[in-house]
């Protein structure tokens, strides 16, 4: 009888689980969410999930109403997405609708009124799915969610799970940043990245447009075929259009040599000699920078926040037309100053301002800086402690959690734990972000949002960024909640589509060559330029330039082809390292290669970190290559005794030199015509303007700030001067063949 009874409850459970009665809830117990669970992704992750066991079939036999207020870019998003992002068209008129409908108030998951404008309410049943929206924005972002989780079952139809999706955002403002210091992106590429930001919920993006804006006040300023005031309010109104604000990031005082380059502004600096920042006591200098302010504010019309950087500002009240002596507590008052003025500037033109309220400002002035102000660099710790969160909120200034997702990486960013930085504790950059805002919240500030910085200081490609500038938008949007882990294997489904495979993994493997690359040079104080002005600490202080460099093996000289392994001996552990890391990047390349065709959307990202993947090979071969041109010199010299011998080993070690630069002309083709794609070339001559290259005075003049085109990547490379190598050893072919009667051109050696 107990068997029956179990049996009997067993089977009613089960028929219970095929009817609408049960429902999981999303909740902190598990380790992986509902969704997931039953293979679906949905960025960033919502707060409310109640799911049903079934998955509902979507297909053209569905139609589309849109009720009142429902019309606009919500609809045309859902409509041209679905065509877009799954090949699916809807009917004109069906029995199972998608309905949309503007209801304010149906989503209250917030106290706080501008977070629950945002929310929006998601039913997914058998014979209609019901998007609601609290407002335009929120009825849109209810739409991006069911694209999201619309993806193909086994039969290769298009389905949804039934349930409910109740969501709201945890903060107002989600920041992505783009920095176009030493690039220009085309505005064909930052329209994409406006519809992949809105897809993510990014609803504001800090340009840092530094001289790519050609500033109808100052012309000379921007840069030859600099972004034109319509373009600009054209990229504006798209982003609008999508609910997002393309908010301007001036940088100045600081980081303003894009203008005090030019000889025209050279009486505005804060010191002779140095181009980095402005006199903050001089009003012709703050005209200039408000000129350049009002420029931004012409060209995004609509757009309610300036990002006026204050970034670094070393030197405030160094200026030799300031009047008070230069020490701490005056820097400290020049700077709050300065944030006042611009401030109030701002204010009347209905401009609410953002900055970095950081150093040089000092805890006890915050007091002088006029409410409404937002601190975007809330994470910092030296200016993220109780006492200064405590001492902003009573001045009125409220925050952005920062996280950068890059600073002087090269070639691709550390968003994972890094296995060269053993024992040093790098959890690497997603998981910093995945706990920025969760831990910044102990410190009770008043949260307005998060800042994703992404610093283009190494000149990496912007597609590189995505994973980061997502992973700080999802824990704006939802604090604490998913795991890093799943987050980074949900960004991989919605990003690239539900075909893809190993993604992760190929991120991994990008970044472990990234870190080769980067770690593999010697530094020696450069040859090519000259000493800079100084560095933060003041004129004169450090300011040392530094080359990045490989020395080539020695050559013989003629009559002797004797020497010494210096090479391997140099750089053994490179080599060693280049040795175990061929094979991986290896899977790296066939890994891309085979998900390029697999993966539904974002192709070119892919071919961006395959060139990274082919630099990364090439970099790994050089090393080994050198290595074996030494070998070869070695053998030459153990055969000298055999002549025939020695010359094929020269000559062994000569190809390889070639095989190098071949190797490299090969790769660098191919690698900037991908680049270029959504880039224009770098520091271009237009309409008869050409690029002023000045090495910055200060925290500058590394290989990115020397080169006006892409070749600062290759720059090291150039360095090792393998074409003189190349000729001096051919001088020693020569010698040795004219001594040992041979002939001196190459032979089938094998």
């Given at each position: 009888?107990?068997?029956?009874?179990?049996?009997?409850?067993?089977?009613?459970?089960?028929?219970?689980?095929?009817?609408d009665a049960i429902?999981?809830?999303?909740?902190?117990?598990?380790?992986i969410?509902?969704?997931?669970?039953?293979?679906?992704?949905?960025?960033?992750?919502?707060?409310?999930?109640?799911?049903?066991?079934?998955?509902?079939?979507?297909?053209?036999?569905?139609?589309?109403?849109?009720?009142?207020?429902?019309?606009?870019?919500?609809?045309?998003r859902?409509t041209?997405?679905?065509?877009?992002?799954h090949?699916?068209?809807?009917?004109?008129?069906?029995?199972?609708?998608?309905?949309?409908?503007?209801?304010?108030?149906?989503v209250k998951?917030?106290?706080?009124?501008?977070?629950?404008?945002?929310g929006y309410l998601?039913?997914?049943a058998?014979g209609e799915?019901?998007?609601?929206?609290?407002?335009?924005?929120?009825?849109?972002?209810?739409?991006?969610?069911?694209?999201?989780?619309?993806?193909?079952d086994?039969?290769?139809?298009?389905?949804v799970?039934?349930?409910e999706?109740?969501?709201?955002?945890s903060?107002?403002?989600?920041?992505?940043h783009w920095?176009?210091k030493?690039?220009?992106?085309?505005?064909?590429?930052?329209?994409?990245y406006?519809?992949?930001?809105?897809?993510?919920?990014?609803?504001?993006?800090?340009?840092?447009?530094?001289?790519k804006?050609?500033?109808?006040?100052?012309?000379?300023?921007?840069a030859?075929?600099?972004?034109?005031?319509?373009?600009?309010?054209?990229?504006t109104?798209?982003?609008k259009?999508?609910?997002?604000?393309?908010v301007?990031?001036?940088?100045?005082?600081?980081?303003?040599?894009y203008?005090?380059k030019h000889?025209?502004?050279?009486h505005?600096?804060?010191?002779?000699?140095?181009?980095?920042?402005?006199?903050m006591?001089?009003?012709?200098?703050?005209d200039?920078?408000f000129?350049?302010y009002?420029?931004?504010?012409?060209a995004?019309?609509?757009?309610d926040?300036?990002?006026?950087?204050?970034?670094?500002?070393?030197?405030s009240?160094i200026?030799?037309?300031?009047?008070?002596?230069?020490n701490?507590?005056?820097?400290?008052l020049?700077w709050?100053?300065?944030?006042?003025?611009?401030?109030?500037?701002?204010?009347?033109?209905?401009r609410?301002?953002?900055?970095?309220?950081?150093?040089?400002?000092l805890?006890?002035?915050?007091?002088?800086?006029p409410?409404?102000?937002?601190?975007?660099?809330?994470?910092?710790?030296?200016?993220s402690?109780?006492?200064w969160?405590?001492?902003e909120?009573?001045?009125?200034?409220?925050?952005l959690?920062?996280s950068?997702?890059?600073?002087?990486e090269s070639?691709?960013?550390?968003?994972?734990?890094?296995?060269?930085?053993?024992?040093?504790?790098?959890?690497?950059?997603?998981?910093?972000a995945?706990?920025?805002?969760?831990?910044?919240?102990?410190?009770n500030?008043?949260?307005?949002?998060?800042f994703g910085?992404?610093?283009?200081?190494?000149g990496?490609?912007?597609?590189?960024?995505?994973?980061?500038?997502?992973?700080?938008?999802?824990?704006?949007?939802n604090?604490?909640?998913?795991?890093?882990?799943?987050?980074?294997?949900?960004?991989m489904?919605?990003f690239?589509?539900?075909s893809?495979?190993?993604?992760?993994?190929?991120?991994r493997l990008?970044?472990?060559g990234?870190r080769?690359?980067?770690?593999?040079w010697?530094?020696p104080?450069?040859?090519?330029?000259?000493?800079?002005w100084?560095?933060?600490?003041?004129?004169?202080?450090g300011?040392?330039?530094r080359d990045?460099?490989?020395?080539?093996?020695?050559?013989p000289?003629p009559?002797?082809l004797?020497?010494?392994?210096?090479f391997r001996k140099?750089?053994?552990?490179?080599i060693?390292?280049?040795?175990?890391?061929?094979?991986?990047?290896?899977?790296l390349?066939?890994l891309i290669?085979?998900?390029?065709?697999r993966?539904?959307?974002?192709?070119?990202?892919?071919?961006v970190l395959?060139s990274?993947?082919?630099l990364?090979?090439?970099?790994?071969?050089t090393?080994l290559?050198?290595?074996?041109?030494?070998d070869?010199?070695?053998?030459?010299?153990?055969?000298?005794a055999?002549?025939?011998?020695?010359?094929?080993?020269?000559?062994?070690?000569?190809?390889?030199?070639?095989?190098?630069?071949e190797?490299?002309?090969?790769?660098?083709k191919?690698?900037k015509?991908v680049?270029?794609n959504s880039?224009?070339p770098?520091?271009?001559t237009?309409?008869?303007?050409?690029f002023?290259?000045?090495?910055?005075?200060?925290?500058?003049?590394g290989?990115?700030?020397?080169f006006?085109?892409?070749?600062?990547?290759?720059a090291?490379?150039?360095?090792?001067?393998l074409?003189?190598w190349?000729?001096?050893?051919?001088?020693?072919?020569?010698?040795?063949?004219?001594?040992h009667?041979?002939?001196?051109?190459?032979?089938?050696?094998?």
């Amino acid at each position: 009888m107990k068997f029956i009874s179990n049996l009997t409850f067993l089977l009613s459970f089960l028929l219970l689980l095929q009817s609408d009665a049960i429902a999981f809830t999303y909740t902190d117990s598990g380790f992986i969410s509902p969704l997931r669970s039953r293979g679906f992704a949905l960025m960033p992750a919502p707060q409310e999930v109640r799911l049903k066991p079934q998955n509902i079939i979507v297909d053209g036999s569905w139609s589309v109403l849109a009720r009142a207020g429902a019309q606009g870019m919500p609809l045309k998003r859902l409509t041209t997405g679905a065509r877009e992002l799954h090949n699916l068209s809807f009917s004109v008129k069906g029995q199972k609708n998608i309905v949309l409908e503007l209801r304010p108030g149906i989503v209250k998951g917030s106290s706080d009124t501008a977070l629950n404008a945002q929310g929006y309410l998601l039913n997914i049943a058998p014979g209609e799915i019901r998007i609601s929206g609290n407002s335009q924005a929120g009825l849109f972002y209810g739409v991006q969610s069911l694209l999201q989780l619309l993806r193909s079952d086994d039969k290769g139809r298009m389905i949804v799970p039934e349930g409910e999706i109740r969501d709201w955002p945890s903060t107002e403002l989600r920041f992505a940043h783009w920095d176009t210091k030493h690039h220009q992106d085309r505005i064909a590429t930052l329209k994409r990245y406006l519809d992949q930001s809105a897809f993510f919920k990014i609803n504001a993006i800090a340009f840092e447009i530094y001289d790519k804006y050609e500033f109808p006040r100052h012309p000379l300023i921007g840069a030859p075929g600099a972004f034109t005031k319509k373009e600009m309010q054209e990229l504006t109104a798209y982003a609008k259009e999508r609910f997002i604000q393309l908010v301007p990031d001036v940088q100045a005082p600081s980081h303003f040599s894009y203008a005090l380059k030019h000889e025209k502004y050279a009486h505005l600096r804060a010191a002779e000699g140095n181009n980095y920042q402005a006199c903050m006591c001089d009003p012709e200098a703050i005209d200039l920078i408000f000129d350049i302010y009002q420029d931004m504010i012409d060209a995004t019309p609509g757009v309610d926040y300036f990002l006026v950087s204050t970034d670094e500002v070393y030197y405030s009240g160094i200026c030799n037309k300031c009047p008070r002596p230069y020490n701490e507590v005056n820097r400290s008052l020049a700077w709050a100053e300065f944030a006042a003025k611009a401030h109030d500037w701002l204010a009347k033109r209905g401009r609410r301002m953002i900055a970095w309220v950081e150093y040089p400002l000092l805890k006890e002035h915050l007091a002088l800086l006029p409410a409404g102000i937002i601190d975007g660099a809330f994470g910092s710790a030296a200016f993220s402690n109780r006492e200064w969160i405590a001492l902003e909120k009573k001045a009125g200034i409220s925050q952005l959690a920062y996280s950068s997702m890059q600073g002087g990486e090269s070639l691709f960013p550390d968003y994972f734990s890094d296995d060269f930085r053993k024992g040093l504790g790098n959890q690497g950059r997603l998981k910093t972000a995945s706990e920025m805002t969760l831990n910044g919240l102990k410190l009770n500030p008043d949260l307005k949002g998060v800042f994703g910085a992404a610093w283009d200081d190494a000149g990496l490609h912007n597609e590189t960024f995505w994973l980061g500038w997502v992973t700080v938008a999802q824990y704006g949007w939802n604090i604490g909640k998913p795991s890093v882990e799943q987050h980074t294997a949900d960004f991989m489904d919605v990003f690239y589509g539900y075909s893809s495979t190993e993604l992760t993994e190929i991120y991994r493997l990008v970044q472990e060559g990234a870190r080769f690359y980067e770690r593999l040079w010697d530094m020696p104080i450069s040859t090519e330029v000259q000493k800079a002005w100084g560095n933060s600490n003041g004129q004169g202080i450090g300011g040392e330039r530094r080359d990045k460099k490989l020395t080539p093996p020695v050559l013989p000289k003629p009559g002797n082809l004797s020497i010494l392994p210096e090479f391997r001996k140099r750089y053994a552990d490179k080599i060693e390292t280049a040795a175990g890391l061929a094979k991986d990047n290896e899977r790296l390349i066939w890994l891309i290669l085979n998900n390029v065709t697999r993966v539904k959307r974002n192709q070119y990202n892919l071919e961006v970190l395959l060139s990274l993947a082919y630099l990364e090979q090439y970099t790994i071969q050089t090393v080994l290559d050198l290595a074996k041109m030494e070998d070869y010199l070695l053998e030459a010299a153990k055969e000298e005794a055999e002549p025939m011998r020695a010359m094929n080993a020269l000559i062994r070690s000569r190809r390889l030199a070639e095989k190098i630069m071949e190797d490299q002309d090969a790769m660098w083709k191919k690698f900037k015509a991908v680049w270029e794609n959504s880039q224009f070339p770098r520091n271009r001559t237009v309409n008869g303007k050409s690029f002023v290259n000045i090495i910055p005075d200060v925290n500058g003049g590394g290989d990115i700030n020397r080169f006006t085109g892409l070749e600062y990547m290759i720059a090291p490379f150039e360095r090792i001067g393998l074409k003189k190598w190349h000729d001096g050893l051919s001088e020693v072919i020569k010698d040795f063949a004219r001594r040992h009667n041979l002939d001196a051109e190459e032979k089938d050696l094998d």
